[in-house]
């Protein structure tokens, strides 16, 4: 590890406040060159604040944007598929979202997941059944969430919010079954990124009513109502649906294929 990026050093400072752009690069090159030398067999977890600049760190995330976006830029029309990783959920959800998935990918969706089984396979199953594309951005986890059998491409991430922004910047769409703290860690992203006009305005469907309504009403009555902790116009940035026809004309109307 090169020692004057672990130490603390003086900053030089433009009229901003910040520092110089061709110091900034500088420092990044070198973090870079030294972290592709020096990237450890078994990679550490991510905690908390680092007591020091870790090089192979951000060479490896730097390595996965860069190949995260090779992927994405590959396909034109996409759906992103969000829900349970787990098969806890009705039967029909499952079948709901492979007949949805593979009604895109014959209208020529690529369908995008985060590429383990559950919803995610499901998803993956409908585009690849008709021979449409199948994308899986997987993560690496402590208890391994293994790939599904039904991608044509797949790409695996160390780093959740590299994966978030690949799957963020992906589609022309996002298509939220029900499922756990990640799919709601997803909604709520993709919801605030669009209000806060961070990205463009996009189709956000949330497929079957039993499991959003009551946190529609939660937000209605609690954020809107109670707290007027948002605005009513934010309350239409998502649609509710709860039939694959119902889904696939929403989409078909709201995207330009």
């Known amino acids: 590890m090169n020692e004057d990026l672990t130490r603390d050093t003086p900053a030089v400072h433009g009229a901003s406040g910040e520092t110089p752009l061709p110091e ?8 870079i060159h030294e972290g592709r030398r020096g990237m450890p067999g078994e990679r550490p977890l991510l905690v908390c604040k680092p007591n020091k600049i870790e090089s192979w760190r951000i ?5 996965e944007f860069v190949e995260g976006f090779d992927i994405i830029r590959r396909y034109g029309l996409a759906a992103t598929f969000f829900g349970s990783a787990r098969a806890s959920f009705e039967d029909e959800i499952y079948k709901d979202a492979t007949d949805l998935a593979a009604r895109l990918a014959k209208k020529g969706f690529a369908i995008v997941t985060g590429g383990s089984s559950g919803v995610m396979q499901a998803a993956n199953r409908g585009a690849f059944e008709v021979g449409g594309s199948s994308v899986g951005l997987n ?3 402590p208890d391994t969430q293994p790939y599904n059998p039904y991608l044509t491409d797949r790409f695996g991430f160390d780093h959740f919010f590299v994966r978030k922004v690949m799957l963020t910047y992906a589609s022309e769409v996002y298509v ?3 499922g756990g703290f ?17 990205i463009r305005s996009v189709p956000i469907v949330l497929f079957g009513k039993a499991y959003w309504e009551p946190l529609f009403a939660f937000i209605e009555t609690t954020l809107y109502e109670k707290h ?3 605005d009513k116009e934010d309350m239409a940035l998502y649609a509710l649906v709860d039939s694959v026809d119902e889904a696939y004309a929403y989409i078909i109307e709201h995207v330009s294929c």
């Open 24 to 31: 900034t690069a500088e420092r990044l090159a070198q973090a």
């Open 59 to 63: 060479f490896k995330i730097m390595s």
């Open 139 to 141: 993560i690496t986890l």
């Open 176 to 178: 939220y079954f029900p």
């Open 182 to 198: 990640g799919t709601l860690d997803e909604f709520f992203e993709i919801v605030t990124l669009v209000q806060t006009k961070k």
């Open 228 to 230: 007027k902790a948002i």
